[in-house]
Nanobody, 115 residues
Framework: QAQLVESGGGLVQPGESLRLSCAAS????????MAWYRQVPGKQRELVAS???????DYADSVNGRFTISRDNVANTLYLQMNSLKPEDTAVYYC?????????WGQGTQVTVSS
């Protein structure tokens, strides 16, 4: 069974930075897309950023220009560099991996932005 392990979350002040990582292991087939989602209580999980095998990237309007998604295809690791964090970025951040046949989610890592 595939396993996704997120790390790098924490408590920071507005304007600071964090870098999230997601290590994917035991993924049986080729990974097509990797993405970060986030969710706050009472709201739907929303796409933050995604990256395709081609390297094409997509960002939510709310994070464009502040967040950068990247991936290490050899290590099957996904990253999210988050700069200029705002209180509204507070959420649980989830990693998602899509292959030709399956979709996998990580357990999530909490990011809290507060002064």
């Amino acid at each position: 069974q595939a396993q996704l392990v997120e790390s790098g979350g924490g408590l920071v002040q507005p304007g600071e930075s964090l870098r999230l990582s997601c290590a994917a292991s035991r993924v049986a087939s080729e990974i097509n897309q990797m993405a970060w989602y986030r969710q706050v209580p009472g709201k739907q999980r929303e796409l933050v950023a995604s990256i395709e095998n081609s390297g094409a990237k997509d960002y939510a309007d709310s994070v464009n220009g502040r967040f950068t998604i990247s991936r290490d295809n050899v290590a099957n690791t996904l990253y999210l560099q988050m700069n200029s964090l705002k209180p509204e970025d507070t959420a649980v951040y989830y990693c998602r991996v899509v292959t030709w046949t399956n979709m996998y989610w990580g357990q999530g890592t909490q990011v809290t932005v507060s002064s």
